[in-house]
């Protein structure tokens, strides 16, 4: 069977109940082992055990395919598709595929994956998707432990910006830098995404130069190292 994911749960009740004790709940992952034309039952498997549901039942549930999504089927800006093409991202990866879709509803997540899993564009493209460019204000901050680290994604960052028709802010605020140069060109404008370390972002708050009140969307790379 296939994967997929339930993204909604309906009936009342005993029946709800009923869903609630198997583990079918919204987010809940499942392996498609049948899905028939109406009139035959829906059978799949969850945690490990075999279910054969009405089509009364099966009628109140509504499940996605997470196995065969393109970076298409998020519905990304034209310029986020560009600028995957450049760098050769043909398929979304696993932590791609679960947790976007997530990301782009506005809930918050914490996310554990391989390095090179591709970790950086899961926070990165819905953070571009949701970005209001004609707003002159922090809509994000993403923190890294170190200073390579945040440099990487200041670049990964840039890549994308630079595909957009509209002027992106992105900037890279990491210890070791000018900060006074920093300040200065936050007196003209405030940027749209705000990268770095939090030493050195948590100075240009305090400071006052910085504004981030507004930002909807706060990453914290490498949480664990942080």
């Known amino acids: 069977g296939k994967s997929?994911?339930?993204t909604t749960v309906g009936g009342q009740g005993a029946l709800r109940q009923h869903f609630l004790d198997m583990g079918v709940v919204p987010g809940a992952e499942i392996k498609l082992m049948k899905l028939a034309p109406m009139g035959d039952p829906m059978e799949f498997r969850i945690h490990g055990y075999e279910l054969t549901l009405r089509v009364a039942d099966a009628e109140k549930i509504e499940i996605e395919d997470i196995m065969n999504k393109t970076f298409k089927d998020f519905n990304l800006k034209p310029f986020l598709n560009e600028a995957l093409t450049e760098i050769g991202f043909q398929a979304p990866t696993e932590v791609q595929k679960r947790l976007i879709p997530v990301i782009k509803k506005g809930k918050s997540v914490v996310g554990q994956s391989q390095t090179g899993s591709g970790k950086t564009h899961t926070f990165l493209l819905p953070i571009f998707?949701?970005?209001d460019e004609a707003s002159d204000s922090v809509q994000a901050v993403i923190t890294a432990p170190s200073r390579e680290l945040a440099t990487q994604i200041y670049q990964a960052a840039r890549q994308i910006a630079a595909h957009s028709d509209v002027e992106v802010r992105v900037v890279n605020?990491?210890?070791g830098t000018d900060k006074a140069r920093q300040i200065e060109k936050l007196a003209s404008n405030q940027p749209h995404i705000v990268i770095?370390?939090?030493?050195?972002?948590?100075?240009?708050v305090k400071s006052g130069d910085l504004a981030i009140h507004k930002a909807k969307t706060f990453v914290i790379d490498e949480a664990d190292m942080t």
């Open 4 to 6: 997929a994911r339930i």
């Open 129 to 131: 998707q949701q970005l």
């Open 173 to 175: 605020y990491v210890g």
């Open 196 to 204: 770095g370390t939090p030493g050195r972002i948590y100075d240009l």
